[in-house]
């Protein structure tokens, strides 16, 4: 930082009326070291009217760390939001990194110097420096890690920030107290997993967010100071998935108003960045299924036996309702599953099963059969037994897709509701009763996605899809109550340069 200086410092700030070539090393420890003055003008050279911002800049940081009095009225909110606002003028955004780097560098008070830390570790998660400052930025980062713990923080989020393009808006009022609360007050700012307490006092164990997000999203009561750079990339990582590849198979999906809008986000899209209000909540999910399953994490195995187990009861993963053994054996996994050794309820079994089956299939029977899985099996640990119902439901048709219910379709052989797949390649038909496969629709040839609006007062909407060659085009619709949710995730899975598909269109 000291040769940046050097080069790029106002020479009236830096070493007036010397030249670069006799500067000392003693003389240019001041050019990137705490003052306790506020400066007159901006360390870089810059045009008088931004020279007056970074002028008010360097006051605000000042009075954020404590070094100089908050002026009647403002708080520690209003100086970040300050300090903030002015970094998204983006001729400014070196001289005020250059002013924290300066201000932290020699700081005689150490908590003073903490508060530094922490708004650039807030910093490198919003903005990016110049591609010109950038080297020097991290290479003072690497040289301060090993005794700062923000520096590290500070890496991490400006390695996301230059992937991701840092958080698109300012960060909402919950956020910023967040942040004040745990990152300035413990030194953890928005470090993902970092052991997040609320200000509430309540702990937010990661396998629980993963397997239950909505406890944690969209709530005033507990903003996320720990999630505040958070992406779907570093939830993968919490799993022991780091090959790109398979980080590319999960995604999060954004759930509004009580379900009515569900979207996948994409992938540089930050957590907070998008549960910003109350009725906000993320789920994650893998839409992908091309890389072999590994149980090596014990997040990774309590997340996909959440998701699969869901699918399951539900009915999206269809049995037969005369599969006596194999309700039973997958019964049996879900109650070992909970570490219950406890003979199964009448109610306890009817849990584990399907919902349309409940009325179907012989209970008797199951119970009977399930009392002798579960003297087989009694050495399962929980998790051993998730990883048996994993293995055990990829065996059932439709594993591996993204499953919707489809009430009403489009052709004639399918009277009834309808089992509607989709993954990466193509989206497939499904009767649930018979388990035969009507139709498959490669993603690649799909021509045109239309959202209707319901038929009837209070019904469920409709997608329509155009697919096929120009030759031989192809209609087919579906009406279903996640209608949007279907259409945003085939826009999703589809490749983003396919100039053929076009965005929804509502009539």
Not at 47 to 57: G, P, Y
Not at 399 to 414: E, H, I, K, N
Not at 433 to 459: T, V, W
Not at 473 to 487: D, H
């Given at each position: 930082?000291?040769?940046?200086?050097?080069?790029?410092?106002?020479?009236?700030?830096?070493?007036?009326?010397?030249?670069?070539?006799?500067?000392?090393?003693?003389?240019?420890?001041?050019?990137?070291?705490?003052?306790?003055?506020?400066?007159?003008?901006?360390?870089?050279?810059?045009?008088?009217?931004?020279?007056?911002?970074?002028?008010?800049?360097?006051?605000?940081?000042?009075?954020?760390?404590?070094?100089?009095?908050?002026?009647?009225?403002?708080?520690?909110?209003?100086?970040?939001?300050?300090?903030?606002?002015?970094?998204?003028?983006?001729?400014?955004?070196?001289?005020?990194?250059?002013?924290?780097?300066?201000?932290?560098?020699?700081?005689?008070?150490?908590?003073?110097?903490?508060?530094?830390?922490?708004?650039?570790?807030?910093?490198?998660?919003?903005?990016?420096?110049?591609?010109?400052?950038?080297?020097?930025?991290?290479?003072?980062?690497?040289?301060?890690?090993?005794?700062?713990?923000?520096?590290?923080?500070?890496?991490?989020?400006?390695?996301?920030?230059?992937?991701?393009?840092?958080?698109?808006?300012?960060?909402?009022?919950?956020?910023?107290?967040?942040?004040?609360?745990?990152?300035?007050?413990?030194?953890?700012?928005?470090?993902?997993?970092?052991?997040?307490?609320?200000?509430?006092?309540?702990?937010?164990?990661?396998?629980?967010?993963?397997?239950?997000?909505?406890?944690?999203?969209?709530?005033?009561?507990?903003?996320?100071?720990?999630?505040?750079?958070?992406?779907?990339?570093?939830?993968?990582?919490?799993?022991?998935?780091?090959?790109?590849?398979?980080?590319?198979?999960?995604?999060?999906?954004?759930?509004k108003e009580k379900g009515k809008l569900v979207?996948?986000?994409?992938?540089?899209?930050?957590?907070?960045?998008?549960?910003?209000?109350?009725?906000?909540?993320?789920?994650?999910?893998?839409?992908?299924?091309?890389?072999?399953?590994?149980?090596?994490?014990?997040?990774?195995?309590?997340?996909?036996?959440?998701?699969?187990?869901?699918?399951?009861?539900?009915?999206?993963?269809?049995?037969?309702?005369?599969?006596?053994?194999?309700?039973?054996?997958?019964?049996?996994?879900?109650?070992?599953?909970?570490?219950?050794?406890?003979?199964?309820?009448?109610?306890?079994?009817?849990?584990?099963?399907?919902?349309?089956?409940?009325?179907?299939?012989?209970?008797?029977?199951?119970?009977?059969?399930?009392?002798?899985?579960?003297?087989?099996?009694?050495?399962?640990?929980?998790?051993?037994?998730?990883?048996?119902?994993?293995?055990?439901?990829?065996?059932?048709?439709?594993?591996?897709?993204?499953?919707?219910?489809?009430?009403?379709?489009?052709?004639?052989?399918?009277?009834?509701?309808?089992?509607?797949?989709?993954?990466?390649?193509?989206?497939?038909?499904?009767?649930?009763?018979?388990?035969?496969?009507?139709?498959?629709?490669?993603?690649k040839s799909l021509q045109r996605l239309h959202?209707?609006?319901?038929?009837?007062?209070?019904?469920?909407?409709?997608?329509?899809?155009?697919?096929?060659?120009?030759?031989?085009?192809?209609?087919?619709?579906?009406?279903?109550?996640?209608?949007?949710?279907?259409?945003?995730?085939?826009?999703?899975?589809?490749?983003?340069?396919?100039?053929?598909?076009?965005?929804?269109?509502?009539?």
């Amino acid at each position: 930082m000291q040769e940046f200086a050097l080069r790029y410092f106002r020479k009236s700030q830096a070493l007036p009326g010397q030249t670069d070539e006799g500067a000392t090393g003693k003389d240019t420890d001041s050019l990137v070291q705490y003052t306790k003055a506020p400066i007159q003008e901006s360390l870089l050279s810059l045009s008088d009217d931004v020279n007056k911002l970074a002028v008010a800049s360097f006051l605000a940081l000042m009075r954020f760390m404590g070094d100089q009095s908050k002026p009647r009225g403002k708080d520690e909110m209003d100086l970040l939001y300050e300090l903030l606002k002015l970094c998204q003028e983006e001729k400014l955004r070196d001289e005020i990194y250059c002013q924290v780097i300066k201000q932290v560098t020699g700081h005689p008070r150490p908590e003073h110097c903490t508060r530094g830390w922490s708004f650039l570790s807030l910093l490198t998660g919003c903005f990016s420096p110049s591609t010109r400052l950038m080297p020097y930025l991290t290479k003072f980062l690497q040289d301060s890690g090993p005794s700062q713990e923000l520096a590290r923080s500070s890496q991490e989020h400006l390695q996301r920030t230059v992937k991701y393009g840092g958080r698109r808006w300012m960060l909402p009022p919950g956020e910023m107290k967040a942040f004040l609360v745990l990152g300035v007050a413990d030194g953890h700012c928005g470090t993902p997993w970092g052991g997040g307490v609320s200000p509430t006092g309540d702990h937010w164990p990661t396998d629980h967010w993963l397997t239950d997000p909505a406890t944690c999203l969209g709530r005033k009561d507990k903003p996320l100071a720990c999630f505040l750079f958070t992406c779907q990339e570093e939830l993968c990582q919490q799993m022991g998935i780091t090959e790109p590849q398979e980080v590319q198979e999960f995604t999060l999906f954004l759930i509004k108003e009580k379900g009515k809008l569900v979207r996948p986000l994409r992938p540089a899209e930050y957590l907070n960045s998008v549960a910003v209000d109350q009725d906000v909540s993320l789920h994650s999910r893998r839409l992908g299924w091309e890389t072999p399953l590994h149980f090596d994490n014990s997040i990774y195995i309590s997340t996909h036996y959440s998701q699969v187990l869901r699918d399951y009861l539900q009915g999206k993963l269809p049995v037969s309702a005369k599969a006596d053994a194999q309700l039973a054996r997958l019964a049996a996994l879900q109650h070992l599953s909970k570490a219950n050794r406890n003979t199964p309820s009448e109610q306890d079994l009817l849990a584990y099963v399907p919902q349309q089956l409940q009325r179907q299939v012989n209970m008797a029977s199951i119970k009977n059969l399930m009392g002798q899985e579960l003297r087989q099996l009694g050495g399962h640990s929980p998790q051993e037994a998730q990883i048996s119902f994993i293995e055990a439901v990829s065996q059932l048709p439709l594993f591996g897709y993204t499953v919707y219910v489809a009430l009403r379709v489009s052709m004639q052989a399918l009277s009834g509701p309808a089992l509607l797949g989709l993954n990466r390649q193509h989206l497939i038909l499904m009767d649930p009763s018979s388990q035969n496969l009507y139709c498959r629709i490669a993603l690649k040839s799909l021509q045109r996605l239309h959202l209707l609006s319901p038929l009837e007062e209070k019904g469920p909407p409709g997608l329509e899809l155009n697919y096929g060659s120009a030759d031989n085009p192809q209609t087919i619709w579906f009406e279903l109550p996640q209608a949007q949710e279907l259409l945003y995730t085939t826009v999703f899975l589809i490749d983003s340069s396919a100039s053929c598909t076009e965005w929804p269109s509502v009539n």
